[in-house]
């Protein structure tokens, strides 16, 4: 309300204001588009590796506690009472466990309260044109999406002279990289498009920003092993996509 009452005081239209956000900001645009209170207030909106996912008011309670912690779940789940037990798991065993948690461990989050935001998930809001606001959207990632968080694996990569990173072996960690960018860019992007796709709204754009590798500089390539960097790549990707979208 504060934007729309003074934007013109900065040289911008109150008819035709636009919401950006990146990760975590990706999210808090994705809630304004539910948000009933945000009707009318917004008219473009554009999502950068974004997420958009909320928790149950009873999830969010949980995180404090109420209900047993993660690692009691998983215990239970694999039937384990000592270290010993555990250590005798298989990790595919493990990792299944895991892929069935019923907890939520993301801190903080959007939580479905039914002020703010409806109470159902930001998924199933999108999937009706009724329970979201109709406003153009472009929603996109970057070209490697979860380098940056890759470089702070030991498995993956090590740093050099105790600071710069490089990878163990760059075929595997290029190859880790696009399953796990590819991964990434069907929950943030292709998923909430086509959810959005079937309500029966066309509104929607997407995008992948690339670009060229920055090359070898003091005997470092970090361009291969970071990328993501949002003080770098993802300004320029914001940059560009206003003025394509001017």
Same mark, same amino acid.
């Given at each position: 309300?504060?934007?729309?009452?003074?934007? /013109?005081?900065?040289?911008?239209?109150?008819?035709?204001?636009?919401?950006?956000? !990146?990760?975590?900001?990706?999210?808090?645009?994705?809630?304004? *588009?539910?948000?009933?209170?945000?009707?009318?207030?917004?008219?473009?909106?554009?999502?950068?590796?974004?997420?958009?996912?909320?928790?149950?008011?009873?999830?969010?309670?949980?995180? !404090?506690? /109420?209900?047993?912690?993660?690692?009691?779940?998983?215990?239970?789940?694999?039937?384990?009472?000592?270290?010993?037990?555990?250590?005798?798991?298989?990790?595919?065993? *493990?990792?299944?466990?895991? !892929?069935?948690?019923?907890?939520?461990?993301?801190?903080?989050?959007?939580? !479905? +309260?039914?002020?703010?935001?409806?109470?159902?998930?930001?998924?199933?809001?999108?999937?009706?044109?009724?329970?979201?606001?109709?406003?153009?959207?472009?929603?996109?990632?970057? *070209?490697?999406?979860?380098?940056?968080?890759?470089?702070?694996? +030991?498995?993956?990569?090590?740093?050099?002279?105790?600071?710069?990173?490089?990878?163990?072996?760059?075929?595997?960690?290029?190859?880790?990289?696009?399953?796990?960018?590819?991964?990434?860019?069907?929950?943030?992007?292709?998923?909430?498009?086509?959810?959005?796709?079937?309500?029966?709204?066309?509104?929607?754009?997407?995008?992948?920003?690339?670009?060229? /590798?920055?090359?070898?500089?003091? *005997?470092?390539?970090?361009?291969?092993?970071?990328?993501?960097?949002?003080?770098?790549?993802?300004?320029?990707?914001?940059?560009?996509?206003?003025?394509?979208?001017?």
């Amino acid at each position: 309300e504060w934007v729309g009452d003074n934007i /013109d005081e900065f040289g911008g239209d109150p008819k035709n204001i636009t919401i950006f956000g !990146e990760s975590t900001g990706g999210q808090n645009v994705a809630s304004l *588009l539910i948000a009933p209170a945000a009707e009318g207030l917004l008219h473009r909106a554009i999502i950068q590796s974004g997420v958009f996912e909320s928790v149950s008011m009873a999830e969010a309670e949980y995180i !404090e506690g /109420d209900l047993p912690n993660p690692a009691q779940v998983i215990a239970g789940k694999l039937k384990v009472t000592t270290a010993d037990e555990l250590r005798a798991v298989s990790l595919n065993d *493990l990792f299944e466990a895991y !892929e069935r948690k019923d907890f939520f461990n993301w801190l903080p989050s959007v939580i !479905e +309260d039914g002020i703010a935001l409806p109470t159902m998930s930001i998924r199933r809001a999108l999937s009706s044109t009724e329970t979201f606001h109709q406003v153009p959207l472009i929603v996109g990632t970057t *070209l490697d999406e979860m380098k940056l968080f890759m470089i702070s694996k +030991d498995i993956l990569a090590k740093k050099r002279f105790w600071l710069f990173p490089t990878a163990h072996d760059q075929g595997t960690y290029d190859a880790v990289s696009e399953y796990l960018t590819r991964m990434w860019r069907s929950r943030s992007v292709d998923e909430p498009a086509s959810i959005m796709i079937r309500a029966g709204y066309d509104q929607i754009y997407s995008y992948r920003f690339d670009w060229d /590798d920055g090359g070898t500089k003091l *005997l470092m390539d970090a361009s291969k092993n970071v990328r993501r960097c949002p003080q770098l790549r993802h300004t320029l990707c914001f940059q560009r996509i206003l003025v394509f979208w001017e």
